[in-house]
């Protein structure tokens, strides 16, 4: 008997395993891809080491797989007991006299093991990875400090400076037609320095670094800081000039060597030294994140018994109400945890209390599931579960209901197929955002706890970042869904009895292909009209909580280089900005020859209208200012069409406009990646279908397991080319188009060929 038991315990781990290590591999990628986009300009960057982006890049990993650890158990026991009770394998396990408590121990043995590993990288891996971080993030300051300059790109690394060099050997260090602004606040004044070649000459010193702008055959315009505000207009030719900076690499530099780590930096030890020495916030923290660690590391035990609970509770369930039940239990344990540590930070509770009370809740949840009705009778939670179970449960007695969306031509029954993908690809966008956001708000929940109204920015930030995760995790849960739908039939035996009944295989594809082109189209209107929208607001959002609730009141100063002008201005709506600046060069291209100010100005019918403005004439002996009710300067383009904005903010149609006005290596491969993928988006459906669909279809003797281990395989490693091919762009070692469209058109042949070799 002994020896029928660890069988059984094994068989049960082999049912539970594969899921688990899938469900922990896609939700690890997808966080770690949410991570890795705060660090785009290091992971994208052509002048940073390939050592110190292989470092962020394990760095980010431990808090990553911590996170994803828990979920990972819970979604992988509810979809592997859920498929055995589909299969009765429950049912004659529990007829060979084994109980719900033999059945939980393998799964219980397994949430152990989980919990003694996310504690062993709770306490060493996060911290030190936290470090690594923060240090890399730093090194990276220093070296984008080492070299500010890139030609075509607006620079204000330089304090009080914003420096545009037209053309430049960065290797050689050597510029050339240079403009450089600087605002004097004291004399409220602003110098223009145009030069038609020059440098940057560094020296340490025992004050620290000395750094100079040095300039050759060079002019000064100066002018009052504010339009329309009276002042000296003066112009003059220098020759050769050297101009004292001060740039922000000592600053880094103190930084780096700084001895202060952050709570997140910190041990379990450390963490509770500062708990019971510190007073006032710095306490607070410490107490909130060592409470944060132990529950992350007991979470993997707790979700084995949830899961497991869930399923021998309600044994009628399909999978689809599995993941349902999943998905309330991760929502409701991650927000009460939340709740608890707001409570902390309000007083009202002590922190031991609040760390308690998920522990707490989860106990009674557990106590519950596997309760019997003689312990505790069905009242409220099993009605509920009992209505909710009917969503999810297919019912033999609708079945002449659904034979009238039978096709009529073929028999075969597309919309049931169709309905099977909806329902599976919306359960899986829920699930895969669901788990994003909670990630997310437990990221931001240490800036957002401590402020006013921090719950409810919170709260509008995640209802804003949805549109984005849903284009994020879209392709995903395509794919997710395409599996599911057809790995389940399969298994059901529908496959073979089409197969049986002369239908081709090929056949079952048309539903699925109708379903992804439809979802294509309905991904490609959400980036071009809601997603430009929410991403601005969320990002603003954002900002708002990291800088806890204050904002600066400054407008926002945009620059824009076109040709011989360049345009400063307050960044506006559309058409219209204010306190336009407008810098009209000569034709040699680094002497200005005239500037263009006005308090508003809008972009009309190919020429930008300014009312009430200023003209200041440049001129080898000096500067005249000429006042006049309008000014016309033609330009054929919008030039302040969303230049301060990110490709996410833009449609496509925007993000080729800015496109065109690029001047900047670096800005015009960024934009013109994020243009092809923009492109690219209506077609990515279509590319799930080509390499799921088989594995989903085959009809092979070899487990299902293992053909959905392929899928995942597959797409995971496209994910990663795609990466990595765009990346090569960014540095300049690709154009984008190829870094865009080569990885679609070989994963494409690549699917192609696997739905050719499927047994039909």
């Given at each position: 008997m002994k020896r029928v038991g660890l069988r059984i315990s094994r068989y049960l781990l082999t049912n539970v395993g594969p899921y688990f290590v899938f469900s922990w591999l896609l939700l690890s990628v997808i966080l770690f891809v949410q991570q890795a986009s705060r660090y785009a300009d290091i992971f994208f960057s052509?002048?940073?080491?390939?050592?110190?982006?292989?470092?962020?890049?394990?760095?980010?990993?431990?808090?990553?797989?911590?996170?994803?650890?828990?979920?990972?158990?819970?979604?992988?026991?509810?979809?592997?007991?859920?498929?055995?009770?589909?299969?009765?394998?429950?049912?004659?396990?529990?007829?060979?006299?084994?109980?719900?408590?033999?059945?939980?121990?393998?799964?219980?043995?397994?949430?152990?093991?989980?919990?003694?590993?996310?504690?062993?990288?709770?306490?060493?891996?996060?911290?030190?990875?936290?470090?690594?971080?923060?240090?890399?993030?730093?090194?990276?300051?220093?070296i984008k400090l080492e070299s500010p300059v890139e030609p075509g790109v607006f620079n204000t690394e330089i304090n009080g400076y914003t420096v545009l060099v037209r053309e430049g050997d960065l290797e050689g260090g050597q510029w050339r037609k240079i403009f450089i602004q600087n605002d004097d606040a004291a004399s409220a004044q602003t110098r223009l320095i145009t030069a038609n070649s020059g440098r940057i000459d560094s020296m340490v010193t025992a004050e620290g670094e000395v750094a100079e702008l040095v300039l050759e055959d060079a002019s000064v315009v100066t002018l009052p800081t504010s339009a329309g505000v009276g002042g000296k207009v003066a112009a003059e030719n220098l020759g050769s000039i050297r101009v004292a900076i001060k740039t922000r690499r000592d600053d880094v530099i103190k930084k780096l060597t700084e001895a202060k780590e952050t709570p997140e930096e910190l041990g379990l030890n450390e963490l509770a030294r500062i708990a019971s020495t510190a007073e006032g916030a710095e306490r607070l923290d410490a107490q909130i994140q060592w409470q944060r660690r132990i529950l992350l590391s007991i979470s993997p035990l707790i979700f084995a018994f949830l899961g497991t609970g869930l399923v021998l509770r309600f044994n009628r369930g399909g999978r689809g109400f599995g993941i349902f039940l999943a998905l309330v239990c991760l929502v409701a344990y991650y927000l009460i945890t939340l709740f608890g540590e707001q409570l902390t930070r309000t007083g009202l509770i002590g922190n031991r209390v609040a760390g308690f009370l998920p522990v707490f809740l989860s106990a009674v949840a557990i106590f519950w599931l596997?309760?019997?009705?003689?312990?505790?009778?069905?009242?409220?939670?099993?009605?509920?579960?009992?209505?909710?179970?009917r969503l999810f449960r297919s019912d033999d007695r609708r079945l002449s209901a659904e034979n009238l969306y039978l096709d009529l031509t073929t028999g075969i029954r597309d919309f049931d197929i169709a309905a099977n993908l909806v329902r599976f690809f919306v359960l899986t966008t829920a699930f895969l955002s669901v788990i994003y956001l909670i990630f997310t708000a437990f990221e931001l929940w240490k800036f957002a706890g401590t402020i006013p109204n921090g719950v409810w920015l919170l709260v509008k930030y995640l209802f804003y970042l949805i549109p984005f995760l849903y284009l994020q995790l879209a392709p995903s849960a395509l794919m997710i869904a395409t599996l599911a739908t057809f790995v389940i039939k399969s298994r059901n035996n529908e496959i073979v009895t089409w197969a049986a009944a002369g239908q081709s295989i090929y056949r079952l594809l048309v539903p699925c292909l109708v379903f992804m082109f439809a979802a294509g189209i309905f991904n490609w209107g959400v980036q071009e009209t809601i997603a430009p929208v929410t991403n601005r607001i969320q990002d603003s959002l954002r900002a708002q909580i990291r800088s806890r609730g204050v904002l600066s009141t400054r407008e926002g100063k945009a620059w824009v280089a076109d040709g011989s002008r360049i345009y400063w201005f307050s960044t506006g709506s559309g058409t219209k900005v204010s306190n336009l600046t407008v810098f009209e060069f000569e034709p040699e291209g680094h002497r200005i020859k005239s500037v263009l100010r006005g308090a508003e100005a809008n972009w009309n019918d190919g020429a930008i209208e300014i009312a009430d403005g200023r003209r200041i004439s440049v001129t080898s002996t000096g500067a005249t200012e000429l006042p006049l009710p309008s000014i016309r300067v033609p330009a054929d383009d919008n030039p302040f069409l969303n230049v301060a904005a990110k490709p996410s903010h833009?449609?496509?149609?925007?993000?080729?406009?800015?496109?065109?006005?690029?001047?900047?290596?670096?800005?015009?491969?960024?934009?013109?990646?994020?243009?092809?993928k923009k492109y690219s988006t209506p077609l990515i459906p279509?590319?799930?279908?080509?390499?799921?669909?088989?594995?989903?279809?085959?009809?092979?003797?070899?487990?299902?397991?293992?053909?959905?281990?392929?899928?995942?395989?597959?797409?995971?490693?496209?994910?990663?080319?795609?990466?990595?091919?765009?990346?090569?762009?960014?540095?300049?070692?690709?154009?984008?188009?190829?870094?865009?469209?080569?990885?679609?058109?070989?994963?494409?042949?690549?699917?192609?060929?696997?739905?050719?070799?499927?047994?039909?």
């Open positions: 052509v002048n940073i080491p390939k050592s110190l982006i292989f470092q962020l890049s394990f760095a980010l990993l431990p808090s990553v797989i911590a996170f994803t650890c828990p979920m990972a158990i819970l979604v992988g026991v509810v979809i592997g007991l859920s498929k055995m009770q589909g299969d009765s394998e429950l049912t004659v396990i529990r007829a060979a006299g084994v109980g719900n408590w033999q059945i939980t121990l393998p799964i219980a043995v397994l949430g152990v093991v989980l919990s003694l590993f996310a504690f062993w990288i709770n306490v060493q891996g996060v911290p030190f990875a936290s470090s690594v971080v923060r240090n890399v993030a730093l090194r990276t300051a220093l596997y309760s019997s009705s003689r312990i505790m009778r069905p009242g409220i939670a099993d009605a509920v579960g009992r209505k909710l179970l833009m449609t496509s149609r925007d993000t080729s406009r800015r496109l065109a006005m690029a001047q900047g290596e670096s800005e015009i491969r960024a934009l013109g990646v994020a243009l092809q279509f590319l799930v279908t080509l390499f799921t669909a088989p594995f989903a279809l085959s009809l092979s003797r070899r487990g299902k397991v293992y053909t959905v281990g392929l899928a995942v395989a597959l797409w995971l490693a496209f994910m990663a080319v795609s990466s990595g091919f765009e990346q090569a762009a960014l540095g300049g070692s690709l154009p984008p188009v190829v870094a865009v469209w080569v990885p679609l058109l070989i994963f494409s042949s690549v699917g192609l060929y696997l739905i050719s070799r499927v047994r039909t």
